[in-house]
C-alpha cells in the first residue's frame, strides 16, 4: 500500500496524521510519501482538498462529494459529529482494511486473486491527477485499433489535468494499472496485451487483441459492451478453448472447459506473479495435471460461471463514468 499525505507548508496536522496513520497500520508495511502543495492549480492535479489530504494507493477515502481543490486546512468529522484537523485512528484503519462486499465471487480466493484486482482496490484508476482519462484513452485505442497508442497521442489527453502523459503513465505503471517498458512504452494495459499471448480476442469491430489472461479475456465483453470471441488454447496440449459472448451471454467450447486461476509466490505487478498462471484449460483432468506439475503456482480450478463473473467484476467498470 502507498499512503500519500498532501499538505501546505508546516501544516500543524501533519504530525498527528502521521502518528495516526502509524497506529492504524499497527505494524502492516506501506510506503508513506509526503507531498508538499502551495497553489490550488497544483491541489487540483493531485485531488487535494485540504491540508492534510490523505491518498490510500492514489484514492481520497474521505473525500467529500464535490469539495473544491483546496489548499486551506482541512477538517474531518468523526462518527459522534466531532470535527478534527485529521482522520481518527479508526477511520484511517476501516479505509485501510477494505472489507469485500457481500456476494462477490472475485474476492473469495482475495490470496490468490490479490494481483488481478490490486488486492481488492480494483483495476479501475482514480480519476485525480489524469489517471482514469490516460488509462480509459489507452483501453479505448486497442479496442479501436488493436494497438497500443504512442505517449504523444496521449499527451492532449493528460494536459487536461496539466500533467504530461510520461508523468501520467508512470504512475499508472507505478500502481500497476498498466506496465511499461524500460523506455516508457506501454507493453500492457490490462486487460489488454501489446505483445501476442495464448488468449486473442475477437472483437465485434473486427479488431483482435491480445489479453493478458484467461480472467482478463472473460472481462472485454462487461468492459465494452460488446459482443466477441475469445480463443485460446489448453496449456497441456494445446486443445483450442473458445468462448463465444453474445449479448452479454457466454458459450464454451469445449463445454466441460474450466479455468485455472493462481498466482506465484512473491510480490510484483499481476503481469509478473499471476498473468501466466490464468489459463483456459479443456477439461478438469487437464487443469489437474497442469496444477500437479506447476507446485511453484498456488491456485484452484474454477467454474466457467465463477471464471467469468471474476473477469466482469474485476474489468467490467474500467470505462465507466463517475
Not at 456476494?103 to 480494483?122: F, I, K, N, V, W
Not at 463465444?244 to 505487478?269: D, K
Request: charged share 20%; aromatic share 4%; net charge negative.
Amino acid at each position: 500500500m502507498r499512503i500519500t499525505i498532501l499538505t501546505v507548508p508546516e501544516c500543524p496536522n501533519v504530525p498527528v496524521v502521521r502518528e495516526r496513520i502509524t497506529q492504524a497500520l499497527d505494524g502492516r508495511a506501506a510506503v508513506i510519501d509526503l507531498v508538499e502543495v502551495s497553489e490550488e492549480g497544483e491541489a487540483a492535479r493531485w485531488g487535494m482538498t485540504g491540508s492534510p489530504t490523505v491518498l490510500l494507493d492514489g484514492i481520497d477515502p474521505f473525500r467529500i462529494l464535490d469539495a473544491p481543490p483546496s489548499v486551506s486546512c482541512r477538517l474531518y468529522r468523526d462518527t459522534d459529529g466531532r470535527t478534527d484537523g485529521a482522520p481518527s485512528v479508526q477511520a484511517l484503519r476501516e479505509a485501510s482494511m477494505p472489507q469485500a462486499a457481500e456476494g462477490q465471487d472475485c474476492c473469495e480466493a482475495t490470496d490468490l486473486l490479490d494481483p488481478t484486482g490490486r488486492a481488492g482496490r480494483g483495476r479501475r484508476a482514480p480519476a485525480e491527477r489524469g489517471l482514469r482519462l490516460v488509462q480509459q484513452a489507452v483501453l479505448r485505442h486497442f479496442a479501436t485499433t488493436g494497438r497500443v497508442p504512442e505517449a504523444a497521442l496521449l499527451e492532449a489527453v493528460a494536459a487536461q489535468a496539466g500533467r504530461s502523459a510520461g508523468e501520467v503513465l508512470a504512475e499508472l505503471d507505478h500502481e500497476d494499472f498498466l506496465t511499461l517498458d524500460a523506455s516508457g512504452r506501454i507493453k500492457a494495459a490490462y486487460p489488454f496485451s501489446a505483445a501476442e499471448t495464448r488468449h486473442q480476442v475477437r472483437l465485434a469491430n473486427g479488431v483482435s487483441v491480445s489479453s493478458m489472461c484467461a480472467i482478463d479475456a472473460l472481462g472485454i465483453s462487461a468492459m465494452l459492451g460488446q459482443d466477441l470471441t475469445v480463443s485460446s488454447t489448453d496449456p497441456v496440449d494445446a486443445q483450442p478453448v473458445t468462448v463465444s459472448f453474445t449479448g452479454g451471454a457466454a458459450t464454451w467450447e469445449p463445454a466441460e472447459a474450466v479455468v485455472f486461476v493462481g498466482r506465484r509466490e512473491g510480490e510484483g505487478p499481476a503481469a509478473a506473479v499471476c498473468c501466466d498462471a490464468l489459463n483456459f484449460f479443456a477439461s478438469q483432468g487437464s487443469a489437474e495435471q497442469w496444477q500437479s506439475t506447476h507446485p511453484e503456482v498456488r491456485g484452484e480450478i474454477v467454474s466457467q460461471a465463477r471464471a467469468t463473473r471474476i473477469g466482469q467484476q474485476t474489468f467490467g467498470p474500467l470505462l465507466q463514468n463517475g
